[in-house]
């Protein structure tokens, strides 16, 4: 069974400053997605990465995935308050397009 | 193009009631996935389609679990004689299989169960 592993699980800091977000695996996916979800609500795609090393940026987000594709990591700079979510990365397998949830990390802002 | 809809949103029944969900996928989609997910957990697999065709299922599915998907468009979800470990978040996502090497899953707002 693959598992991805979310730290930090809580995180909660102050309106302005700078985070990162981890999501680690021992195997390797095809592909790689982050997703916020709010409560009651479901997730929200962010952002697909695909190649080893592969760097994306979404306005203050920056996104990452590791060379081996095992791993990934969500940089988030000068985090606002609309920013509060559950952000999910989420793994697939070479031909095989279930999405596989890491354990979450639940972000918090504070003004 | 409304995305992908569920209904209902919330559920609360007594346990050994049957509970039927149903899922209106992105028009044109011709994949469609359940998930499950509990308070503070990620969404777990549960089973998809492809048109009417279920293609996997979770052993998280049990024979309690059904899922249908009869002419290729909206999906239904069946659950019966509930327990309370069936209370959770059930997730319905969408996505069209095509020549595009990524296939991107959009999700619905979820159909929140509370099993008394």
């Known amino acids: 069974t693959q598992l991805l592993e979310q730290s930090p699980q809580f995180l909660s800091i102050q309106e302005g400053e700078n985070l990162t977000v981890y999501c680690n695996s021992s195997s390797v996916f095809s592909s790689l997605q982050w997703y916020r979800q709010e409560p009651g609500e479901g997730p929200v795609l962010l952002v697909t990465?695909?190649?080893?090393?592969e760097v994306k940026k979404l306005k203050r987000l920056t996104f990452q995935f590791g060379d081996a594709r095992k791993d990934s990591s969500l940089h988030i700079t000068a985090a606002q308050p609309g920013d509060t979510g559950l952000y999910l990365c989420a793994g697939t397998n070479f031909g095989n397009e279930k999405l596989t949830f890491g354990t979450g990390t639940r972000l918090t802002i504070i003004p | 193009d409304t995305g992908v809809s569920q209904d209902p949103r919330h559920k609360i029944t007594k346990r050994g009631q049957n509970v039927t969900f149903r899922c209106d996928p992105i028009s044109e989609h011709n994949r469609l996935y359940w998930y499950r997910q509990t308070l503070g957990q990620g969404p777990e697999f549960l089973t998809y389609?492809?048109?009417?065709?279920?293609?996997?299922k979770s052993r998280l599915l049990s024979d309690r679990f059904s899922a249908e998907r009869p002419k290729g468009s909206f999906s239904t979800l069946e659950i019966q004689r509930t327990e309370q470990g069936d209370s959770a978040m059930y997730l319905c996502?969408?996505?069209?299989?095509?020549?595009?090497?990524?296939?991107?899953?959009?999700f619905g707002p979820g159909t929140r169960l509370l099993v008394l």
């Open positions: 996502a969408s996505s069209l299989l095509g020549q595009r090497l990524i296939e991107t899953q959009y």
């Open positions: 389609f492809q048109n009417e065709a279920q293609l996997e």
């Open positions: 990465v695909v190649t080893g090393g």
